[in-house]
């Protein structure tokens, strides 16, 4: 694998391939000395546009647990602020000796550009890019259900037959995105559920059912509920009458949590808005994988850091 730029690009034997990979790293997490020397000598720079709690430690974490050495880029505080490109950018930090560029921007296909251009000549991992992609968020979510699941058994199992809801502001959200290319690739039957206003456009866009009422696919069988932000910060105009319209009718409440499944997962990409998608008594359950989802990024980016820069050397 060159670059990591979008779940799409992951077939069924090289999605399962990472998250096996990500298993075997996920095993050093246990013992007394965690560090692994696999990426000595080797510099990765995380180059975020955007904000990031989760994504940007966890890479962080990833590297520090590879033994590569970080450079953290943030567009606030830099030269961007006096108008410097994404191209400049990326040449100024290639000039400096990089083997890796991870990505987060606030425009969709920027890390498209850094691996196509020509502009820099390393392996480019998108971490978020826009409302497009979010490909090892699909990851960690693939590999915590496929745990879930298949428990210590997970080893070289895909998700065929796990059914999925993916529900809120889907329009908006690269995790939705990425997560109906990944998860399908592996088996799973995945269905967006959100208002009219917050599906895409096409309804044959994506390998996915698509439907309004939560209510409904609430009393189908489902593994997995994944609750998404709504994205304030990109949402201008209506979507939606009101906050309390929506967790009405579109939130999984304490109502419709305590109808739920015990066996339903509860998944949420983070960072939550507590009160309007998700309850607290969801998000807090033995039910949630939202803590696990953020534990198993740093296995996953582990793995992936891993096979971009050593094209999957033995460990
Ligand atoms: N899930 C996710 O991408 O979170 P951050 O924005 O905090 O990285």
């Known amino acids: ?9 992951l077939d069924k034997e090289s999605a399962i391939s990472l998250l096996d990979l990500a298993e075997d790293m996920a095993e050093t997490a246990d013992r007394p000395h965690k560090k692994l020397p696999a990426l000595r000598g080797r ?25 590569a050495d970080v450079i953290n880029f943030s567009a606030k505080g830099s030269s961007v602020s006096k108008g410097e490109s994404l191209k400049d950018s990326a040449q100024t930090l290639a000039a400096m000796g990089v083997d890796a560029v991870v990505i987060r921007h606030g425009s969709s296909g920027a890390p498209h550009l850094l691996a196509h251009r020509g502009w820099i000549h390393v392996p480019i991992v998108n971490a978020g890019d826009g409302t497009h992609e979010h490909p090892t968020q699909a990851l960690l979510d693939a590999f915590t259900l496929r745990r879930r699941i298949h428990k210590n058994h997970s080893r070289g199992k895909d998700l065929a037959g796990v059914r999925v809801a993916i529900v809120g502001d889907v329009v908006h959200s690269r995790v939705a995105r990425s997560n109906a290319w990944l998860l399908t690739t592996l088996g799973a039957e995945v269905t967006f559920v959100a208002p009219p206003t917050l599906l895409p456009a096409s309804a044959d866009s994506f390998p996915v059912a698509m439907v309004t009422n939560l209510d409904e696919i609430l009393r189908q069988r489902l593994d997995a509920i994944m609750m998404l932000r709504i994205q304030k910060e990109r949402i201008q105009g209506a979507y939606f009458p009101n906050e309390r319209e929506y967790t009405r009718v579109w939130g999984l409440t304490a109502d419709r949590f305590g109808a739920l499944n015990e066996n339903t997962f509860v998944m949420h990409p983070g960072p939550m808005n507590r009160g309007l998608e998700i309850c607290s008594q969801a998000a807090d359950s033995p039910s949630s994988t939202i803590l696990e989802q953020v534990a198993n990024g740093v296995f996953v980016r582990m793995a992936v850091l891993f096979s971009v820069l050593t094209g999957n050397e033995e460990l």
């Not at 694998?1 to 690009?9: I, N, V, W």
């Not at 955007?50 to 647990?65: G, H, L, N, V």
């Open 1 to 9: 694998m060159q670059h990591l730029l979008s779940a799409a690009d």
């Open 43 to 67: 510099t990765i720079v995380n180059l975020f546009f955007e904000d990031s709690t989760r994504t940007r430690i966890s890479f962080e974490s990833a590297e520090k647990r590879l033994s």
